[in-house]
């Protein structure tokens, strides 16, 4: 048997590079284009805990064209350290001739794949699409919420609460950059009856968020992704199950979503994103929580959109930064 290899080594992007393949419209487009393909194969993810208290993730996914397989790292204590907390990569393959064609940098992968998701959701069901819009923790999370909502959706009010004066003050100097105005707040809780859209992006070490949203809210909220985590307090999620709407991403979150477990709701009856969209019209009145833990299928989503632009050699200024 020949181990020697066929082709050329595939094309590796960094996370700049991994970026550009992934406009935020062409992917909540492709998100949605996910969810209705039959052909979407997605086990579930492997997550084996690592002695220093990080946890290492498998998440394989296919589809009748593409392959990928995502690794990477989640280290808690790199924070403050320089270190990033997520590292790894996403491999993608041509399920036709077994090719490895991309490497992609996992931690941008994930961290727009998720925020495509939110952009995606709010673009169906958000009540009050137009801001303003708070933004409860600004670290990458925080970032890329920050950038597909300014440009998914036209945000053009932001307010941002977080525990680091200096990360939300970056954030800030971000959204005015991207051309909306934006200021810190220092109590989140207070900033909720003025903001009908919220991005909740915390490490979900703690609650980080309890007021009850207004009427017209919608809240994405992406920290916490295991029964052990929330962010939200369970009151905050009982007063949106009781006057409103919860709509989870994938049917994984029915036992990973710790700030609904924790609140004693019945994740299993609430509907999917990909239930909530095929109703195709926005829940008739209330606040609505949409709930996302991840999901490998959102990554295969990037990694079909990356492979598509790569083939076709889309030039880079069609790209958003």
């Given amino acids: 048997m020949s181990f020697t290899s066929l082709s050329p080594a595939p094309g590796t992007l960094d996370a700049a590079a991994t970026a550009a393949c992934l406009p935020w419209d062409a992917l909540a487009t492709e998100i949605a284009a996910l969810l209705r393909d039959s052909t979407v194969s997605v086990p579930a993810r492997t997550v084996l805990p690592l002695p220093q208290g990080g946890s290492l993730f498998v998440m394989p ?3 009748s064209r593409v392959a990928m397989a995502k690794l990477i790292t989640l280290t808690p204590a790199n924070t403050g350290t320089g270190r990033p907390a997520i590292q ?5 393959f041509d399920v036709t001739t077994g090719e490895r064609r991309l490497v992609l940098d996992g931690p941008t992968i994930t961290a727009r794949r998720t925020a495509a998701v939110s952009l995606l959701a709010a673009q169906h069901l958000a009540p009050q699409a137009q801001g303003p819009l708070l933004i409860v923790g600004a670290g990458v999370q925080g970032l890329a919420h920050l950038e597909a909502f300014v440009q998914g959706l036209g945000v053009r009010d932001v307010w941002v609460a977080s525990r680091s004066a200096a990360s939300a003050e970056a954030l800030v100097l971000r959204a005015q950059a991207l051309g909306a105005q934006a200021r810190t707040v220092a109590d989140a809780d207070a900033a909720v009856p003025h903001c009908p859209l919220i991005a909740v992006c915390t490490p979900a070490h703690s609650v980080a968020l309890s007021a009850p949203p207004r009427p017209d809210a919608f809240v994405a909220a992406v920290g916490a992704f295991t029964p052990a985590m929330a962010e939200l307090a ?3 999620c009982r007063h949106v199950a009781a006057h409103g709407h919860i709509v989870v991403d994938s049917e994984d979150a029915r036992h990973e979503a710790g700030d609904l477990l924790q609140a004693g709701l019945d994740v299993g009856m609430l509907p999917t994103l990909r239930e909530a969209l095929q109703r195709l019209r926005a829940p008739s009145a209330g606040p609505v929580l949409f709930k996302s833990c991840g999901w490998a299928g959102w990554d ?9 632009l790569d083939t076709e050699g889309a030039p880079p200024s069609q790209a958003t930064p």
């Fill in 61 to 63: 996914a296919t589809d």
């Fill in 88 to 92: 790894g990569d996403v491999v993608v």
């Fill in 234 to 236: 369970p009151a905050f």
């Fill in 300 to 308: 295969l989503a990037a990694a079909r959109l990356a492979m598509r």
